[in-house]
């Protein structure tokens, strides 16, 4: 269980958004922190590799080694 305070124009927004979708308000609440940790993540990982000094390439290199260059 979670409660949180937003401010009134973000508890509005969310408000109408879930009436004219038709999900809920807590819905709404877990997709969003649920994107947010994914992206933290993601981007915590890569600043620990970086932070490592492990073995990078460039995304020109990726794609020719995936076959996807053009």
């Known amino acids: 269980m979670l409660g949180i305070r937003l401010e009134p124009e973000l508890e509005a927004r969310l408000e109408k958004l879930s009436r004219r979708t038709g999900r809920s308000k807590s819905y709404y609440a ?3 922190i649920r994107q ?35």
């Open 30 to 32: 877990r997709e969003a």
């Open 36 to 70: 947010y940790l994914e992206d933290r993540e993601d981007y915590l990982l890569g600043l620990s590799a970086l932070e490592r000094n492990e073995p990078t390439i460039s995304l020109k290199q990726l794609e020719r080694h995936l076959g996807l260059a053009r």
